[in-house]
């Protein structure tokens, strides 16, 4: 089993910056893929960004291209969501997510259930 915990969400103005961290725990994740979403009050969860197990790749959702960058450190068991030029329609829970199936390098996986293992969620909110 693999535990994921995110922080680092939090209230910032429009314009601002924000890196959100996930930390796995009970199993290493350095080959799995991961998954960056979020959902907002009234909303389907949504895909945000991915990152390969190596952190080769990155992919992310046309709504945040540009703005947001995902990393990770495997050697500490976590990955990272750099989110910068925050807008207020990207207020909602972020949640990391891994994928821990057969996985093809150059597939993007968006869907929520393409993921195994799922944190609990943080809180962004961007205030006007």
């Known amino acids: 089993q693999v535990q994921l915990v995110e922080s680092g969400g939090g209230l910032v103005q429009a314009g601002g910056s924000l890196r959100l961290s996930c930390a796995a725990s009970?199993?290493?994740?350095?080959?799995?893929?991961m998954g960056w979403f979020r959902q907002a009050p009234g909303k389907e969860r949504e895909f945000v960004g991915g990152?390969?197990?190596?952190?080769?790749?990155?992919y992310y959702a046309d709504s945040v291209k540009g703005r947001f960058t995902a990393s990770r450190d495997n050697a500490q068991n976590t990955v990272f969501l750099q989110m910068n030029s925050l807008k207020p329609e990207d207020t909602a829970v972020y949640y990391c997510?891994?994928?821990?199936?057969?996985?093809?390098?150059?597939?993007?996986?968006?869907?929520?259930?393409?993921?195994?293992?799922w944190g609990q969620g943080a809180q962004v909110t961007v205030s006007s």
């Open positions: 990152i390969t197990g190596s952190g080769g790749r990155t």
């Open positions: 009970g199993r290493t994740v350095n080959n799995y893929r």
């Open positions: 997510a891994a994928r821990s199936r057969l996985t093809n390098y150059y597939s993007d996986y968006r869907g929520t259930n393409e993921y195994d293992y």
